[in-house]
């Protein structure tokens, strides 16, 4: 009786792993069916977190944080097939620390054709939005291109550079995409990216790494919690930050905020050997230490940490072959 019974529930699981089997094969086939004939951008959407992560232990350097912070959220968000609100991440650090090679680093394992994907919409102040006393006209033109790529695209990204040379004011028209509503403008916009990327606050996590390594402390032991306030207070109330008395900051619509550490100069020598393979170039260790010790470094006593991080390891290579 007995086995009989466990006969007809083996039998039963069969048939229904079978039957789950037939109607994945039946969305894939259907999924693969449509992205033949369609551009729809969830066929060109490929997340490989695996292929980050791994990228990220391998070229990352120096920036335990970010690992830690941009996997946890990237996995949290993209396993729930709908999302409450859209990822908001908030990159920051000073020069060379690595913002915009993570940023564009992110994007290429999202999208096959990284940044030149035409999902992926990048802003600098600079470019977009130069002159102060055109605010009022930026904030209509960004509110409407945000809500139209949306539109096309429900996956889109986003990244804001340079957010500490943002006019004050100006990003807040956006704040109606990033929180938790059902549908904006007749939008529904829950499973796109918000990257903003800032300098500001990155003095603010210098001097507490520098106290840190005062007190003996590694910069693998640094946590979220020991950087988190002081970046946020340094960047909400400075007012030449874009984020000044900024409603994102004070709703507290960001869901994670990334600091980028100061990278010392083993850090900097790991840049020049990554940049020496990148171009082909044979590893030399005395060009690498060459180059290491041409940046300058700060502060002034101990010339602990890189004063560019690496940013112009790439140019300084040329004067040692």
Known sequence: MCRSAAGAAVLALTLALLSAAAAAWDLWALRALRCSFTEDCECGFGPDLR????????????????????????????????????????????????KTFVSSMLVRHLFPEGLRSRHVHQFSPIVHFPHAEHVERYKENLKHWIQGNLTNCGRSVFLFEEMD?????????????????????GTNYRKAIFIFISNAGGEQINEMTLDLWRAHRDREEISLQDMEAAISKAVFENPQSGFWKSGIINEHLIDFV??????????????????????????????????????PYFPEEEKLFSSTGCKTVASRISFFF
């Open 51 to 98: 292929g980050l992560e791994c990228e990220l232990a391998v070229t990352l350097v120096g920036q335990p944080l970010v690992r830690q912070q941009l996997m946890k959220g990237l996995r949290r968000f993209l396993e729930k097939r709908s999302p409450e609100k859209p990822l908001v991440m908030s990159f920051h650090g000073s020069t060379g620390t690595g």
């Open 165 to 185: 040379k943002m006019h004050p004011g100006l990003i807040d028209v956006i704040m109606p995409f990033l929180g938790p509503s059902w549908v904006v403008y």
């Open 258 to 295: 990334v600091p980028f550490l100061p990278l010392k100069h083993h850090h900097v020598k790991q840049c020049v050997i990554n940049e020496l393979v990148q171009q082909g170039l044979e590893v030399r260790q005395g060009v690498v230490q060459e180059v290491a010790d041409s940046i």
